[in-house]
């Protein structure tokens, strides 16, 4: 069993995945895994999409490769999408939202994304896609919705991440105990 929960944070390229992990982190202890970093340790490609300049995975052989590691727990999976990670892995969906689109736009632009990918993610974020994804593949009680505008928002979020991770671990060190 489990000591500490598996959590996904989620979203468009853009909205704070990033951040969010390594902070949520650095103040839970548990293992961020970025899944593009790992994909390119791991060697889980399947080639380049030229037009979106950005490598495909193999999503066999990525759940392969870190199958072990969350099996074990407390891993925080930092990705654009879910719903390829088995709902028994997973205790925690955090899907991440920029609703300024003003705000997003830029955040894109200043990746130097191609304009082709620059609207798809604007589109997939505006349509709420990600959301939509995570509440089809995970029970929807365990996937929430956090806004990422500013540095406000990415603190009160990795704080109430971190209390919900301490709230699990309580949980479940009692459920066990009994």
Not at 34 to 55: F, L
């Amino acid at each position: 069993m489990r000591t500490s929960p598996n959590i996904i944070i989620t979203g468009t390229p853009g909205v704070g995945k990033t951040v969010h992990s390594e902070q949520v982190a650095q103040d839970t202890g548990l293992r961020n895994f970025p899944i593009n970093k790992i994909a390119k340790e791991r060697d889980c490609y399947d080639g380049y999409d030229d037009e979106r300049q950005s490598w495909i995975i193999d999503e066999d052989k990525l759940l392969d490769a870190i199958e072990d590691d969350v099996l074990e727990g407390g891993c925080i999976i930092d990705w654009h999408a879910c719903d390829l990670f088995p709902k028994s892995w997973i205790d925690l969906v955090v899907v991440l939202r920029c609703p300024s689109t003003s705000v997003f736009y830029d955040r894109l632009s200043s990746r130097g994304y191609p304009e082709q990918k620059l609207g798809e993610n604007l589109d997939a974020e505006i349509f709420g896609l990600l959301l939509e994804e995570a509440k089809e593949a995970y029970d929807e009680e365990i996937v929430i919705e956090l806004t990422s505008e500013n540095a406000d928002e990415i603190d009160s979020n990795c704080a109430r991440i971190a209390a919900w991770v301490e709230a699990w671990k309580k949980s479940h060190a009692e459920s066990t105990a009994s």
